[in-house]
């Protein structure tokens, strides 16, 4: 299989101008690709910190601002699937945006990509030490261990040694990678459904505190919804399904490059609306969307709705799902790796970044050495701003949002413009190059400017301002301006990239 998998990447390199990184080729299926996107998207940990805030917004309608927010992703999965069938290369969005668009939009699209999974990174680590701390608390029936979370000596020692562990596993080969994402993720899933199939006997039973009963009108976002509703729901997407990508960063590694990377993105982002979808029902006719009690509108849940209702509804075994969005955390700590370093290989492959970035361990065959920077960088970001302010860590995260739509939204339009001398030759290509990716990338760009807005605000953040303007905005448009200026040092530095001698734009 591997041989076979050379050559289809072999010819696909060749005819689409690309260059081998010296991956390990033929070892990602379908199936394994998917988890990995699954892995990276977190479930566990989006759901337990989601619920309670969509609850908030839109009551009973939570369902359909799922189904709303999933729809942006559905169709930029389809632009992926289509880019990567034609030139399937481990840089992803910044390899199609430069052959798209040119070198500059490409350098930043991948600048944004870079930057948004490194401090992903930094969040998935301090989230995995906090449920770290309060699963050995609830075992061992001790709450004062929670509390050690939140001493910021232990906070940063901890999530620097899980960022270590993290580095080793991704380093360490990509089958390596998919070894420990089965269990990883084969728990979390297993522990969610489980949590969902207790909340309906519990509710069938008459048990449950609220013990609504199903309606499709959940699932029908044309009535009692406000266009806000809808904004909120797209916004979301952007944080409750970010992460499905990672199985497109895989291309070069999987059994057929051409195909499985796009069958493993939609399967992925299908398996996480199924997942949300099914939490989501049996938490609402459980707990209800009231504001008292185990009521899902009760603010204090919100920030975690598992941990109020894991002991409820699971019993003796609520420590379980703590243990379950632990394992999402950690999971998505290590896949988040993947994407970053391939991409940050594929800009040292093509001399957008420097050429030690395109080094591959010649015995496990991956970016060992983008792996380490990643790990690095990640670990030094989260120590500067923890001791600075955990407000600037706040304010960061919630900036995710605009480099994310950043790049996302230019890979849906660089697909429209890839295949533009085609786009009218088929019914498949009037549908899947043209069609869903140009509406995946207008709503992207919708969302876009929605989050900066939002982001003027200094309410929609920590609520530290500069002139009256929310410090987000700084952020997020101060992270992309950095990557503006290092694009200009480097391209004075090393022209080869910027002049087109390294990545041509055609695709054929």
């Known amino acids: 299989m591997s041989d076979a998998a050379d050559k289809q990447l072999q010819i696909a390199e060749e005819s689409a101008g690309l260059v081998s990184k010296g991956l ?3 070892k990602v299926g379908t199936f394994s690709g998917a988890v990995l996107g699954i892995s990276s998207v977190a479930p566990g940990y989006t759901l337990t910190a989601s619920i309670g805030l969509i609850v908030a917004a839109v009551g009973l309608k939570m369902p359909a601002i799922l189904i709303a927010g999933f729809i942006p992703m ?13 030139a399937p290369d481990c840089g992803a969005s910044f390899t199609w945006s430069t052959k798209a668009f040119g070198p500059y939009v490409g350098w930043m699209c991948g600048w944004g990509m870079v930057i948004a999974t490194i401090i992903v ?12 701390y309060l699963f050995i608390a609830r075992v061992l029936d001790n709450p004062s261990i929670a509390d050690l979370a939140d001493n910021k000596v232990i906070n940063i020692v901890t999530t620097l040694v899980l960022i270590a562990i993290a580095t080793l596993i991704a380093s360490r080969g990509i089958t390596t990678s998919e070894r420990v994402q089965y269990v990883l993720v084969g728990f979390q899933m ?6 969902a199939v207790a909340a309906f006997i519990l509710v069938g039973r008459g048990d449950a505190p609220a013990g609504l009963s199903f309606d499709l009108d959940w699932f029908n976002p044309f009535t009692g919804l406000v266009l806000s509703a809808f904004v909120i729901g797209v916004t979301g997407s952007i944080f409750a399904f970010w992460g499905w990508d990672t199985c497109l960063t895989l291309g070069e590694e999987s059994k057929d490059p051409t ?23 049996a938490v609402m006719m459980y707990a209800g969307v009231g504001v008292e009690g185990l009521g899902l509108g009760n603010e204090e849940n919100a920030d975690n709705v598992f941990g109020a209702l894991a002991d409820p509804v699971l019993g003796w075994a609520g420590p379980l799902l703590f243990l379950a969005v632990l394992a999402s955390s950690v999971a998505s700590l290590q896949t988040t790796f993947l994407p970053a370093a391939r991409a940050m290989l594929a800009m040292g492959a093509y001399g957008a970044f420097p050429k030690r970035f395109a080094s ?10 983008a792996t380490v920077v990643a790990g690095v960088v990640t670990g030094a970001f989260y120590t500067l701003v923890s001791l600075l302010s955990e407000r600037v860590l706040l304010d960061t995260i919630a900036a995710l949002g605009i480099m994310i ?3 996302y939204g230019i890979t849906a339009f660089a697909c429209v413009w890839y295949f533009r001398k085609e786009l009218f030759s088929n ?3 009037i549908v899947f190059k043209f069609l869903f990716p140009l509406l995946g990338g207008i709503m992207l760009a919708a969302v876009f400017v929605i989050s900066v807005q939002e982001s003027m605000n200094p309410e929609n953040g920590s609520g530290a301002a500069i002139g009256g303007i929310g410090l987000v905005f700084f952020m997020g448009f101060g992270i992309l301006l950095l990557g503006a200026v290092l694009m200009v040092i480097r391209r004075f530095s090393s022209p080869e990239f910027f002049e087109r001698r390294t990545l041509s734009d055609s695709m054929s």
Request: hydrophobic share 55%; aromatic share 14%; charged share 10%.
């Open 121 to 132: 990174l930094s969040n998935l680590a301090a989230i995995a030490v906090e449920f770290l």
């Open 360 to 369: 591959v361990s010649p015995r496990f065959l991956v970016p060992s050495y």
């Open 190 to 195: 297993t522990v969610l459904i489980a949590f």
């Open 24 to 26: 390990a080729a033929g």
């Open 427 to 429: 019914v498949h290509n």
């Open 74 to 86: 559905f169709l930029t999965a389809y632009a992926y699937r289509e880019l990567n069938s034609r």
């Open 259 to 281: 195909r499985v990377p796009g069958r493993a993105g939609l399967l992925c982002v299908l398996s996480i609306l199924v997942t949300y979808l099914l939490i989501a029902v």
């Open 405 to 407: 739509c950043w790049y």
